[in-house]
């Protein structure tokens, strides 16, 4: 069996999510660079700094005053360049000099020096740290999963030319952005965000029963009947299914305030079966206690279990299968543009909460431009718009959007280009017809 070191941090949700996908590959288990029982204490003390600085600020986004100033100020340290006109960004960046810093001090020496117990196994990360701390360490094979549509210049080395980080990038602007940071070509491998197979297995069953209950007054099904069944297949009728919306909260828990307005918005559709609501906490107690106040205000204590349902965990990989779980079930996924936006692959609309950071925002505008989601409007309204959007029509659109312009293949293709004999003639599964519009080739 084809095995690797997969390598995740334990900072937030977004990089053990893009690394449970390849738990079966992985060697010993899945590692988590910060956390791990072989990190040195002088290493994790690196990495608490760093996550705790992240998530303070994040949280902190919803401060009044001095919230937004200081994420304003932070964001301008991971700011994006647009992608046009095409330039060379291969000069380091405050930012990757810092990173760089990190690395030199024993930030990720821990899982680079284990991981030669087995150099004859790639290794494969969801956290650009990590990959540029194992490359500097003099490992070869090492593999980078990119966990954004766009990416800051952090994620390169300082100098490109010498790195040997190869990169599994989600769409092809992705690349155009890598291959501005200075990367090789033959180091960039356009494979799609790793998606879970439980899921992609089901997507267009999973996305008939949806299209029913997204698409209440049949506007869809009537106009682009031709279309969606070669997809498809037969549509159950299933009129008057109430809409299952689901609700995460990240793992710095700065959404969790939105929920209040939600609840209370649409608390009477959740009595009269119209919609269920699923509030995701994952592993975070203060999140879960945080919901269930918020429904016991609104009297909906005696619909836990039934109309709404509390998804908590003690640990992550819990959470995440049950959270793949819940997606068969999920009519819409509403979210901050995080890594979950590459779900919309699944079939699934998303409704975006405002993006937190340059790379969000870059989430949100790949979604957009398929078709794939919708901004959300006002929190306390939602039972009007999502009705609206529903009688229309729209969100089923969103949905079909997802499944044919996303890459769901993410995981079957980073596992080809792992265990590839002769990577430049890697066979990758192809993506769906993509709407990002390539621009100029180095030099052109």
Not at 143 to 172: G, H, Q
Not at 173 to 202: A, C, H, M, W
């Amino acid at each position: 069996m084809n095995q690797a070191w997969v390598v995740a941090v334990d900072m937030g949700y977004g990089h053990q999510r893009a690394a449970y996908p390849f738990r079966d590959i992985a060697f010993e288990r899945l590692f988590t660079a910060n956390t791990d029982e072989i990190v040195a204490p002088e290493e994790r003390r690196l990495w608490e700094r760093m996550q705790g600085f992240y998530e303070g600020v994040s949280r902190a986004h919803n401060v009044p005053v001095i919230g937004p100033w200081l994420w304003r100020a932070y964001d301008a340290f991971q700011a994006i360049h647009p992608h046009y006109p095409f330039q060379d960004l291969s000069k380091p960046s405050l930012g990757s000099g810092q990173f760089q810093r990190f690395i030199r001090r024993g930030l990720g020496a821990s899982i680079a020096g284990y991981s030669r117990r087995r150099e004859d196994l790639p290794v494969l990360t969801t956290f650009y740290a990590v990959a540029l701390a194992i490359d500097h360490a003099g490992r070869n094979d090492v593999f980078c999963v990119v966990t954004d549509s766009d990416i800051n210049r952090v994620w390169v080395a300082e100098d490109p030319r010498k790195s040997r980080v190869n990169y599994l990038a989600p769409t092809p602007l992705s690349r155009k952005r890598l291959l501005q940071y200075g990367v090789p070509d033959d180091r960039i491998f356009v494979t799609g965000f790793p998606l879970p197979e439980e899921n992609v297995t089901t997507a267009p069953a999973d996305l008939a029963r949806r299209i029913a209950a997204l698409d209440r007054k049949g506007v869809v099904r009537g106009r682009y009947r031709d279309l969606l069944k070669p997809v498809l297949g037969t549509i159950p009728d299933s009129a008057g299914a109430p809409i299952s919306i689901t609700f995460p909260v990240g793992g710095a828990g700065a959404q969790s305030r939105v929920a209040r307005d939600i609840v209370k918005s649409i608390a009477g559709h959740l009595r009269d079966g119209r919609m269920r609501l699923n509030l995701v906490a994952g592993v975070r107690r203060e999140v879960y206690d945080y919901f269930q106040t918020i429904l016991r205000e609104q009297g909906l204590e005696g619909e836990i279990g039934h109309a709404v349902r509390v998804l908590f965990t003690a640990t992550k990989d819990e959470y995440f299968a049950r959270f793949n779980e819940l997606m068969h079930e999920t009519d819409v996924l509403w979210t901050k543009p995080s890594e979950l936006a590459f779900y919309a692959a699944l079939g699934i609309p998303l409704v975006m909460a405002p993006p937190l950071g340059a790379h969000e925002e870059r989430n949100l505008e790949m979604l957009l431009r398929i078709g794939a989601g919708q901004r959300q409007e006002h929190p306390r309204a939602a039972a009007e718009w999502l009705t609206d959007w529903a009688d229309s029509g729209l969100l089923a659109l969103n949905a079909f959007n997802g499944l044919l312009h996303g890459q769901r293949y993410g995981t079957e293709n980073v596992r080809r280009v792992l265990f590839a004999p002769d990577r430049s003639k890697v066979d990758l599964l192809a993506a769906p017809p993509e709407m990002d519009v390539p621009g100029p080739e180095p030099g052109a």
